[in-house]
């Protein structure tokens, strides 16, 4: 018995084009959510609002790596054609985050770099029978992560899929 709207009981598709928007567009539909939603949230951190010992540049070999696989252009084109700008990157000595969402809703996509390998933190603990996967990490040696489509791939799976910011409470 098929479910929903879904071909063969699956989930329903979602309907609808995708488009790519231009720079401009995407700046002034930033603009006009956040003038909706009456918010003053900045996009980056003030620098005096860091710790001195904070770190936002990568490591020479994490930013190698990162560039090579392409994934920050392509969380920024996540960011600018499916978030409208909203989104908000963050460096580490060891990777980077796209982080969105406020309040209860902080969703994330967590890039670090382990030797040569292109690591994405999962929002899973067990693993979902993916060669890559250990640990709620998904671990793409050289080889795989050269390819772009690999990494547009885990990116969509990760952004259809994000981590939630975790309470401490």
């Not at 060891?94 to 994330?108: A, C, E, I, V």
């Not at 890559?132 to 390819?147: E, F, K, L």
């Given at each position: 018995?098929?479910?929903?709207?879904?071909?063969?009981?699956?989930r329903?598709?979602?309907?609808?084009?995708?488009?790519?928007?231009?720079?401009?567009?995407?700046?002034?539909?930033?603009?006009?959510?956040?003038?909706?939603q009456?918010?003053?949230?900045?996009?980056?951190?003030?620098?005096?609002?860091?710790?001195?010992?904070?770190?936002t540049?990568?490591?020479?070999?994490?930013?190698?790596?990162?560039?090579?696989?392409?994934?920050?252009?392509?969380?920024?084109?996540?960011?600018?054609?499916?978030?409208?700008?909203?989104?908000?990157?963050?460096?580490?000595?060891?990777?980077?985050?796209?982080?969105?969402?406020?309040?209860?809703?902080?969703?994330?996509?967590?890039?670090?770099?382990?030797?040569?390998?292109?690591?994405?933190?999962?929002?899973?603990?067990?693993?979902?029978?993916?060669?890559?996967?250990?640990?709620?990490?998904?671990?793409?040696?050289?080889?795989?992560?050269?390819?772009?489509?690999?990494?547009?791939?885990?990116?969509?799976?990760?952004?259809?899929?994000?981590?939630?910011?975790?309470?401490?409470?």
């Amino acid at each position: 018995m098929a479910g929903g709207n879904g071909i063969g009981g699956g989930r329903p598709k979602i309907l609808g084009q995708p488009h790519e928007v231009s720079d401009e567009e995407a700046d002034g539909i930033a603009q006009m959510i956040q003038e909706a939603q009456h918010s003053a949230r900045q996009q980056t951190i003030p620098r005096e609002d860091l710790a001195e010992s904070a770190t936002t540049t990568m490591k020479a070999e994490v930013e190698r790596v990162v560039a090579e696989s392409h994934v920050r252009d392509i969380l920024r084109r996540f960011n600018r054609d499916f978030l409208y700008g909203q989104g908000r990157f963050d460096e580490y000595a060891g990777g980077l985050l796209l982080k969105w969402g406020d309040g209860y809703s902080r969703k994330h996509i967590w890039v670090t770099v382990d030797g040569e390998n292109l690591v994405f933190e999962t929002s899973h603990e067990r693993s979902c029978g993916k060669s890559v996967c250990a640990d709620g990490h998904h671990s793409y040696p050289p080889a795989m992560w050269r390819d772009p489509r690999v990494i547009n791939d885990e990116l969509a799976e990760q952004f259809r899929r994000p981590v939630h910011e975790r309470t401490d409470d």
